[in-house]
């Protein structure tokens, strides 16, 4: 089945660190992948996109310099290094593929998502 499934999300106080896995199947998993962000109250928002090689990469602006997107594309994962995390960075975290790099655009269904919470 074409499937998306995050993980690694938990609870972690301001300024510690998180990884989160994706790992998807079938046709969920394309030549670029991003991942996604919806906080408490708000629109599902686009964080970080990444090419098949991993050199073409985008972030939002909310979150450049802090996270880092990769991908092994041999276990069809796409991963986001979370540092410096602030308690506005709760929320679920969804991955999915893009129709570009930097598009920001869903091209699969969602997956269940993961949790992620900042205590100050």
């Known amino acids: 089945q074409d499937q998306l499934v995050e993980s690694g999300g938990g609870l972690v106080q301001a300024g510690g660190s998180l990884r989160l896995s994706c790992t998807a199947s079938?046709?969920?998993?394309?030549?670029?992948m991003g991942w996604f962000r919806q906080a408490p109250g708000m629109e599902r928002e686009f964080l970080a996109g990444i090419g098949w090689s991993g050199r073409l990469t985008s972030y939002a602006d909310s979150v450049k310099g802090r996270f880092t997107i990769s991908r092994d594309n041999t276990k069809n994962t796409v991963y986001l290094q979370m540092n410096e995390l602030k308690p506005e960075d709760t929320g679920a975290y969804f991955c999915n593929a893009l129709s570009t790099y930097a598009s920001g655009r869903p091209l699969a269904d969602w997956g269940q998502g993961t949790q992620v919470t900042v205590s100050s």
């Open positions: 079938g046709r969920s998993f394309q030549s670029y």
